[in-house]
Structure formats: structure tokens, C-alpha cells
């Protein structure tokens, strides 16, 4: 099992007192599922987040375009969503959902809610940021990914500064992971603290992006 040692927590620094999967393990396919990335979480930091991954394996194995995704939303998702726990948010996807049509096929489309992509997003990116640099990420962070929508996101100043990362080929690296084709990610920091931006760019089932930028220079001048 690859895994840092248990020191301080990724995500507040603060004693650690177990190991988090990132991204969770449920992402994973039977076979595909050994070897998987941890790092180092306080108690809140990795029971908090339950309930969040699986309503984000459910989103991201809906949108992701590859045999694995469709074989597990297919099988192990939807199963979980008839669990009594689940209803609610069964429920929910009902009534913020919607039809429209992609390259002439229907498709359903949900409604996210900003606050919950948010939380989710700078989970998987403050756990890759600590894979790849072995600290917790400092400055604030931002998120998007091309096939989820964030109201009131900043896309201009993100994509801005993400792009002085990402067209710099010297700079992004890609971390050696286990399962690609499932979950992979690049990483790159520039600058020194604290004028540091680092930008972290990951990649589910082949087909789902979710971008994140780590840096000071996005908070009041």
C-alpha cells in the first residue's frame, strides 16, 4: 500500500491520527484497487467527507466516458443509492435533474450544489498537492472542472493563472500513479513563499478533469 507516513494532517496540519484515501476508495474498480495513494488526516478531516464521496462518485462516474465508470455506476453506485441512508439524496437528484441532449444523444444532467463541488474538489486537490510536495497547501484555493459548472467562479483570473503553470512544460510533472486509466494527476509549483502558486490538473476515468489552483496571489491585493 503506497502511502506518507503518519506525521500531520494533510489538509489543517494539525497530529494526524490515520490514513485518508485520496481520491476515496470507492473510485475504484475491483482489480484496479491496490496500491492506492494516502496521506496522513486528523479524525474530522477523514470522517467528514464520507457522505460527500459517494455523492461524488455517483456525479463523476455519471459524466466519466470509459468502460470502468459505466461498470461501476452500473453496478456498486447504484446499489448504494437504494440504501435507507441514501434516500435523501436520491430524492434530491429527481428533482435537480434534467434532460438535454449532447452530440444527439440525451443525457441527465444534474444540478451541483457550489458549496458541496467546492468542498469536494479542494479535498482531492489538497490530498494530491500533499502527495506530490509532502506538505499541506497553503494560500487559498480554487477549483473548476470543464464538466461541472461553479456560479460565481472566477474562470478569467483561474485560467490566468493556471496558464502560466500549465503552458510551461519544465514546470508540470506527472506523479507516478498505480491506476491511470482510472485516476491520475499532474502537479507544478513556481515562485517562492509568499508569491507561490502551484496548480494541480487530475483526471478521472480517462474523461473527467477537475482542475485546482493552490496560491496567495488570489486573495486581496
Keep these: 500500500m503506497t502511502s506518507t507516513p503518519i506525521s500531520t494532517c494533510y489538509w489543517c496540519g494539525k497530529a494526524a491520527t490515520s490514513n485518508d484515501h485520496v481520491p476515496p476508495q470507492s473510485f475504484f474498480p475491483q482489480g484496479k484497487n491496490l496500491n492506492l495513494f494516502k496521506v496522513p488526516s486528523c479524525a474530522n478531516h477523514n470522517e467528514?467527507?464520507?457522505t460527500l464521496d459517494e455523492r461524488f462518485r455517483f456525479y463523476i462516474q455519471g459524466s466519466a466516458m470509459s468502460e470502468d465508470a459505466?461498470?461501476?455506476f452500473a453496478d456498486k453506485t447504484i446499489r448504494g443509492l437504494q440504501r435507507e441512508a441514501a434516500k435523501k439524496f436520491t430524492a434530491s437528484l429527481a428533482q435537480y435533474s434534467k434532460?438535454?441532449?449532447v452530440a444527439g444523444e440525451r443525457r441527465r444532467v444534474f444540478s451541483v450544489e457550489p458549496e458541496k463541488q467546492n468542498q469536494f474538489f479542494e479535498k482531492l486537490v489538497r490530498g494530491a498537492y500533499y502527495l506530490a510536495f509532502r506538505?499541506?497547501?497553503c494560500g487559498q484555493i480554487v477549483t473548476a472542472s470543464p464538466q461541472f459548472y461553479s456560479p460565481?467562479?472566477?474562470?478569467?483570473t483561474l485560467a490566468e493563472n493556471l496558464g502560466l503553470l500549465l503552458n510551461d512544460?519544465?514546470?508540470m510533472?506527472?506523479?507516478?500513479?498505480?491506476n491511470p486509466d482510472i485516476f491520475r494527476f499532474r502537479f507544478g509549483r513556481e515562485g517562492t513563499p509568499p508569491k507561490q502558486a502551484a496548480a494541480i490538473v487530475m483526471l478521472f476515468y480517462g474523461s473527467v478533469e477537475i482542475l485546482g489552483l493552490v496560491t496567495p496571489l488570489l486573495t486581496s491585493q
Design 48 to 50: 467528514m467527507f464520507s
Design 70 to 72: 459505466f461498470n461501476m
Design 99 to 101: 434532460w438535454v441532449t
Design 135 to 137: 506538505e499541506p497547501a
Design 152 to 156: 460565481g467562479l472566477d474562470y478569467k
Design 169 to 171: 512544460g519544465s514546470i
Design 173 to 178: 510533472t506527472e506523479y507516478a500513479c498505480p
